[in-house]
C-alpha cells in the first residue's frame, strides 16, 4: 500500500516555463488536495477535490491548475513559474463525507525553485 | 488575525521533561481538531485527533476548550525522537462536507539530552 505518491521529490524551474506536479493515491480516498507551504507560514491549500471530475479552488489558486479524470490522480500544473512560486509542495487525501472527522494522509512532497 | 495561531517556539527542554503546546483558533464554528507533527523536510503525519472529552495516546494528551477556543497538547516523558514541529490543525465548517483543514504555522520542540 503506497498512499500517497508525489513525483517528482525536486525540481528546479526558470521563471515562465510550466510543469506538471503529479500525485496519486491508492486507498480509494475521494477527496484531494494540493497545499504548499512557507516558511512561518503553515501549509495553505492551492486546489481540492471531492471527487472525479469536481475541482475547486482554496486559498491561494492563482497560477495553478488541477483536474481530477480519476479518483486515485490529482496533478497540479504550473502555468507559468514565477519566483514566488518557490515551495514545497504536498498533495493530501481523506475519506469525504458529511462526517469531517479525518485526517489528511500526505504525499513526501515536491520541493519547486523557481529561478 | 490568522485563524489558527501557534507560538512558533522552539520549546527547547531536555529528556523526560512535560512540555505544553497551545493553539488558538478564530472560528468558533470550527468542527474538527487534530495534531498533527512534521519532521524536518518531511511531510505532516497525523498526531491524533482532538475530540471535546479530551484524548489520550500514550505520553501524548490532547485538550479542546471551546468556549476560549484553544485546544492543546501536553507531552510527558519527553524523548529525544519527539523532537520535531507539531501543527495545530482544525476544520472550520461542515457545510459543503467537505473535508477541508486550516493548518498553524506550526511549534517547534526541540528534546536534549
Known amino acids: 500500500n503506497a498512499g500517497v505518491t508525489q513525483t517528482p521529490k525536486f525540481q528546479v524551474l526558470k521563471t515562465g516555463q510550466s510543469m506538471t506536479l503529479q500525485c496519486a493515491q491508492d486507498?480509494?480516498?475521494?477527496?484531494m488536495s494540493w497545499y504548499r507551504q512557507d516558511p512561518g507560514m503553515g501549509l495553505r491549500l492551492i486546489h481540492y477535490s471531492v471527487g472525479a471530475g469536481i475541482t475547486d479552488q482554496g486559498e491561494v489558486p492563482n497560477g495553478y491548475n488541477v483536474s481530477r479524470s480519476t479518483t486515485e490522480d490529482f496533478p497540479l500544473r504550473l502555468l507559468s513559474a514565477a519566483p514566488s512560486q518557490t515551495s514545497v509542495y504536498f498533495c493530501?487525501?481523506?475519506?469525504?463525507?458529511?462526517?469531517?472527522?479525518?485526517?489528511?494522509?500526505f504525499g513526501s512532497g515536491t520541493r519547486l525553485t523557481v529561478v | 488575525r490568522k485563524e489558527v495561531e501557534q507560538d512558533p517556539g522552539p520549546f527547547n527542554v531536555p529528556e523526560g521533561a512535560t512540555v505544553a503546546f497551545n493553539c488558538t483558533y478564530s472560528?468558533?464554528?470550527?468542527?474538527?481538531f487534530f495534531w498533527y507533527r512534521q519532521d524536518c523536510r518531511k511531510e505532516p503525519k497525523l498526531l491524533m485527533s482532538?475530540?471535546?472529552s479530551g484524548n489520550e495516546d500514550g505520553r501524548f494528551t490532547a485538550q479542546l476548550n471551546r468556549a476560549s477556543q484553544y485546544i492543546s497538547l501536553l507531552i510527558r516523558d519527553s524523548k529525544l525522537s519527539d523532537s520535531a514541529t507539531y501543527l495545530c490543525?482544525?476544520?472550520?465548517?461542515?457545510?459543503?462536507?467537505?473535508?477541508?483543514?486550516?493548518f498553524g504555522a506550526g511549534t517547534r520542540l526541540a528534546v536534549h539530552p
Open positions: 490543525v482544525v476544520n472550520p465548517l461542515l457545510s459543503g462536507g467537505y473535508n477541508k483543514l486550516i
Open positions: 493530501a487525501s481523506s475519506y469525504y463525507s458529511g462526517e469531517s472527522n479525518y485526517g489528511y494522509t
Open positions: 472560528n468558533s464554528a470550527s468542527q474538527s
Open positions: 482532538v475530540y471535546s
Open positions: 486507498m480509494n480516498h475521494e477527496y
